[in-house]
């Protein structure tokens, strides 16, 4: 199931309550949450770059603060929102700029920086590109995962949705690697063994053209998207950038391993106030991706 909705309002001018009631209102056009009452639940955003939320460039502090205050009233035990930057970066600086320390704080959420903490090895299970990484423990512990990437162009894998969000859950050495030896498919074969239980895609302001995914230039789509499968709403999510999935080939093989579906005859498609591409209409039309 998928869920698309738009804001009728200005994007950089929406309170916190409004952007928690349009984030509501699409997961409730899912399935919603399925952890268990109490267990530990862990919110990856994009933390990639310093910089205001304004840029596109990363998550915005409105969308986290509301899904922490949703998952709470889900019954949510421990909530972290754990991220690492782009390596040579600085994530604390990250979190603090762009305001999404201080307004997970405010709602109750415990703040960690992933490339701080320890890594747990983890064989993947494909045995192709690589045949092990580090993924950060918090990660690697909790019970449930919501990814919160932002709706991007990428200059080296044409989007980064929610697949390539996961990528920051590994130790800087082995992002490196993926860089060096196929990113592409490493980003499918960490899906296989690590990819999210839920995804609140923030596309209420994303970043399109050269310089992307942290220097393009931003673009206030409006946009809340959710889904149980990372994998269709990335393909869903491409069209809106006005990306051919089948062009983008992380996703092609996150479906060869069984990740989820680019199969839109398959997925349940929810649009509330929402004009789809005409990619989008195509693809729906023409069933099997």
Known sequence: MVSVLK???NVYQMGNQEVYELVGRAVSGTEGFKFQEGD???IKPNMAFPGSWETGAISDPRLVQAVIRLVR?????????????VVGTNTEEVYSVSGVRAASEAAGAE????????FVPVRLPVGGLIQSIRIARPVFEADYIISLPVLKEHAATLVT?????????????DKR????????????ELNVIFRPDYVVLDGLIGMVGPGCPGFGTPKAFGLVMVANDALSIDTVAATFLNVDPRRVEHMGLA?????GTMDLRKVELHLENVEPPALLRDLIKGGVV
């Open 177 to 188: 690697r993926f860089h060096a030896l196929g990113l592409h498919k490493g980003i499918s």
């Open 40 to 42: 530990t639940v862990l």
């Open 161 to 173: 949705l929610s697949l390539k969000n996961m990528k920051g859950t590994m130790h800087d050495d």
């Open 255 to 259: 479906e060869q391993y069984g990740v």
């Open 73 to 85: 009233e889900r019954g949510a035990g421990r909530i972290l929102v754990a991220d690492s930057s």
């Open 111 to 118: 703040v960690i920086d992933l490339r701080g903490g320890d």
């Open 7 to 9: 804001t009728d309002g």
